[in-house]
């Protein structure tokens, strides 16, 4: 199984899609907290929908449980906690949700998960990602 991964920022609209379509990816993951703000641009949840459709044939779907919660991304953003700490609280997070079990492989299976950071090393859906692949085993996980 590959899971994808992918953030927008410091990326334009035509890399963005472009590493998407060459990926082989079969849908997005939309991993974000906040899919809707202004500050989403091409990203924003209705238009990323139709533009993946339209330009990469693929499919999109927001699965908000592979989220932090408010107050761990606002404790990590405020810098009131490292990203150590954010990095623990997130896991235990998904733990606690045991998103191996809630979560369809077949969601997650050739997705791409999507956020905004711009490199995985501090962002949660690297997180996510490695979290699956030790709890399902035979994952490849490349980021894009």
């Not at 890399?15 to 641009?41: I, K, P």
Request: charged share 30%.
């Amino acid at each position: 199984m590959r899971i994808f991964t992918i953030g927008f920022t410091k990326k334009s609209a035509q890399e963005f899609f472009e590493l998407l379509r060459a990926s082989g990816a079969e849908r997005v993951v939309d991993v974000r907290l906040n899919n809707v703000s202004q500050l989403a641009g091409f990203t924003k949840r209705d238009d990323l929908a139709y533009f993946l459709r339209q330009i990469c044939d693929m499919d999109y779907v927001h699965v908000p449980q592979l989220a932090p919660t408010p107050a761990i991304l606002d404790a990590y953003r405020k810098k009131q906690i490292t990203w150590n700490q954010y990095e623990v609280r997130f896991l235990e997070l998904m733990e606690q949700r045991r998103i191996e079990e809630t979560v369809p492989k077949q969601i997650i299976e050739e997705g791409c998960l999507l956020c905004s950071e711009d490199k995985p090393d501090h962002c949660h859906r690297r997180l996510v990602a490695e979290y699956l692949a030790r709890h399902w085993g035979d994952v490849e996980i490349l980021h894009l």
